[in-house]
Nanobody, 115 residues
Framework: QVHLVESGGGLVQAGGSLRLSCAAS????????IGWYRQAPGKQRESVAT???????NYADSVKGRFTVSRDSAWSTVYLQMNSLKPEDTAVYYC?????????WGQGTQVTVSS
């Protein structure tokens, strides 16, 4: 069992920055990767960024060069630094991990970018 809790969302003007945090607890020693996802109203949930045990990262094309995912060595916290935010980044942001045979999601944190 893994418990994920996101924080750091809020309202920001276009061009601004936010840093989201995903605090993990429970069987964190079993985590191989954590991903950030987002879901805007009326749209499907989409992958934003992923970080793996060896530090490899992957980003959606829409956020490359603006967002950076990082983690501490113990997997207790994963961060998503979001710079140069755009109104289209407005969404609920979730962190996720998969530990066989379960998917684990946090409750989400709202990010709203005003134009």
């Amino acid at each position: 069992q893994v418990h994920l809790v996101e924080s750091g969302g809020g309202l920001v003007q276009a061009g601004g920055s936010l840093r989201l945090s995903c605090a993990a607890s429970g069987r964190i020693f079993s985590i191989n990767a954590i991903g950030w996802y987002r879901q805007a109203p009326g749209k499907q949930r989409e992958s934003v960024a992923t970080i793996t045990t060896d530090g490899s990262t992957n980003y959606a094309d829409s956020v490359k060069g603006r967002f950076t995912v990082s983690r501490d060595s113990a997997w207790s916290t994963v961060y998503l630094q979001m710079n140069s935010l755009k109104p289209e980044d407005t969404a609920v942001y979730y962190c996720h991990t998969y530990i066989f045979p379960m998917n684990y999601w946090g409750q989400g944190t709202q990010v709203t970018v005003s134009s």
